[in-house]
């Protein structure tokens, strides 16, 4: 066996069963919530951007169809008046003179008669390259001259995907259509480079609008992950244990109700693990001071948990002791099983086991029961020993009443004999009595308050109550000024037992020396040193034993209970006694006390 210290009962502050994960992020939710918001506005300014350029387009069209429009009235009210001034129509001249103030390269014009016979020349003067359109090229020409010609001739206007505008106009005369105005519009230049700007001015505003859209978001975003780790850090710290620091929460939105929902659940977890510490702690007390062995053992075989009692019964690879282990698998096996002797390493243990299927261990209690057994026995010993003792005197008076009343005490020499017998007998009834009554006080006087003791004094009246034999040699070596905490009617009852003692067990010629002196540890020593026979190295242990009186001494007058009586009044006294012995060289009666401060009036 090895020592193994205690296993403390686990605490969840100090050791939490989940720790948090720090996962490390560089943007976090800040960035997708101002990723989400430039989407936002990505999507609303393509929106408003499909949106305006497509009526911005359709308004230009409209607008350019309204201008070619107005331009061709205006162009056949010019052809209509010359017509009207003119008796027999149109001359090619006219029609090109009057054409080419208003022909220009987005707007081709073309006058037929009532023939359909072009007046105008077929190219436009004055035409950008590649504009130098004639009249066959215009689309849907065919239909737009029917509408035109035909009688009671309409107005005709077509537009078309690429920003073309057909138009044709009768011209009359006298209400008559005598020809017709042909005319090919295309956006104008202007128009065009006012478009192209206002599309560049809405890809600006789109722009614009993205940015505006992030950094709004990024600002949105902040502050909700400012507020939001603020109670991720306290909920980190909650989860490591530390339930000291309010969470402060503000604001009165969800996340401020969050806040104070974990401020409630920190200030109860607080109150929680107070009131589990402190049952853990009263339970570990319990535990500690228990002089029963507490193992919890795993069901791999290894110890969980043991308290101070248990350290011998545990190996140094946290094991428990080999006789142990059997009833560990029995209680897996049975649920709970005791035995009330149970040897291990020489000493008898009583054995409970029960299983803990919740944390899959079993739990022992171990009460070592060696010395209660060897109490029980001393006991009965000591009863067997007193009954003993009792009865031969006892049965000595009874035989020698017996005798008197059969005629022996009309006979002077007998009655005296007997009578004498009779007296040594009570005596000894009266002694051992005496003794039975001092040991019984003593077991139940218990620890009392020590006195200021002089061993000078105590010596001194010891030595003198206690008659030498003749023969013997009594050496006293006492240091001056000893004082110790003792009670001085035990003390000297004490130091006169152990000089009677030597006296009886060392033959004449001899010496037996008393001691007092001061030892290490703030303590005072008496010996009695005697130069008898000695102590038999097998009977030491016993010699404090009630009714123990040794191999060599059961014909030696006693009851082998001076120095069990001894012993028990230098335990009141709160100090130590002890034999060193040598076989056929005497035997030296160590009494250890408590030093006690000098007192100027000390007690014997």
Known sequence: MTEFGPTELPSTAEHPAIQPVRAKRPFGVRLWLALMFAAIGILTGATVYLFVSQSSEGTAEDSGAELALG?????????????????????T???NEITAAFSNGAFAP?????????????????????????????????????????????NFVEEFEDGVTVIALPLREFGVVEGALRVQATRPPEGTDARNALEGDRLTALGLAVVVAALVGLLVASLITTRVK????????????????????????????????????????????????SERDRLSAVFVSLEDAVIVVGSDGEVRFANPAASQLITADRLPAEPLRVWVRRAMQRGAVENDHVSISGRVFGISARHLPVESAVLIVVRDRTEELRRDQAEREFVSNAAHELRNPIAGMSGAIEVLRSGAKDDPEARDHFLGRLSADVERVSRLTKSLLTLARMEAIGEGEAEVVSLDLVVEDSSKTSEVPEGLELRLDVEPDLVAEADPVLLRQVVIGLLTNAYKHTPAPGVVTLRAFRATGNRVVIQVEDTGGGIPEGERDRV????????????????????AIAKRMIDVMGGEISVESDEGRGSIFTVRLQQAAPSPTPVA
Do not use: C, H
């Open 230 to 277: 603020r109670l991720a850090a306290a909920a980190r710290r909650i989860a490591e244990g530390d339930l000291s620091q309010p969470l402060d929460p503000r604001g009165r939105d969800e996340i401020g109700d969050l806040g104070r929902a974990l401020d409630s659940m920190r200030i109860a977890l607080a109150e929680s693990f107070d009131a589990l510490s």
């Open 71 to 91: 331009r061709s009235l205006s162009l056949a009210t010019d052809l209509q008046t010359a017509l009207a001034a003119q008796n027999g129509g149109l001359t």
């Open 110 to 154: 073309w006058v037929v008669d009532g023939e359909n016979e072009l007046l105008t020349q077929r190219l436009i003067e004055g035409a950008e390259p590649g504009d130098d359109r004639t009249l066959a090229e215009v689309p849907n020409q065919s239909r737009a001259r029917r509408t035109a010609l035909e009688k009671g001739g309409d």
């Open 93 to 95: 001249k006219q029609a």
């Open 544 to 563: 404090f034993e009630r009714f123990y009186r040794g191999s060599g001494s059961l014909e030696r007058e006693g009851f082998g209970l001076g120095l």
